[in-house]
């Protein structure tokens, strides 16, 4: 059984870092592409990250652009996302979602992602 979990959530002021992690037991390491999404109450969820199974390959939204990064640890099997620069308007809370399909590429789409973890906040204070 496939089991998704975030870490690292919390409070923050603004311009500080935080980083969030996500293990996903049930899965080898090397098996699966993750990505990151959050979403606010009263909105759609969106897409904020991907990294492909071995982090080569990565994208990011544009809004949050050279202010955060994915990165995996195969050995770890942990993904995770390094949050810096963090904005108010990156208040929210935070999943992290894996699939087995098409491990070599970076999946954007919420609706190809099969796990999902539970969600972890992160709120940012102006």
């Known amino acids: 059984q496939v089991q998704v979990a975030e870490f690292g959530g919390g409070s923050v002021q603004a311009g500080g870092s935080l980083r969030l992690s996500c293990t996903a037991s049930g899965l080898s390491s090397d098996d699966y592409t993750m990505g990151w999404f959050r979403q606010v109450p009263g909105k759609e969820r969106e897409g904020v990250s991907c990294?492909?199974?071995?982090?080569?390959?990565?994208y990011y939204r544009d809004s949050v652009e050279g202010r955060f990064t994915a990165s995996r640890d195969n050995v770890k099997n942990t993904v995770y996302l390094q949050m810096t620069g963090l904005r108010p308007e990156d208040t929210a809370m935070y999943y992290c979602?894996?699939?087995?399909?098409?491990?070599?590429?970076?999946?954007?789409?919420?609706?190809?992602?099969?796990?999902w973890g539970q969600g972890t906040q992160v709120t940012v204070d102006s």
């Open positions: 990294v492909n199974w071995n982090g080569a390959v990565t």
């Open positions: 979602a894996a699939d087995r399909r098409s491990v070599d590429r970076c999946l954007r789409s919420e609706y190809l992602y099969s796990y």
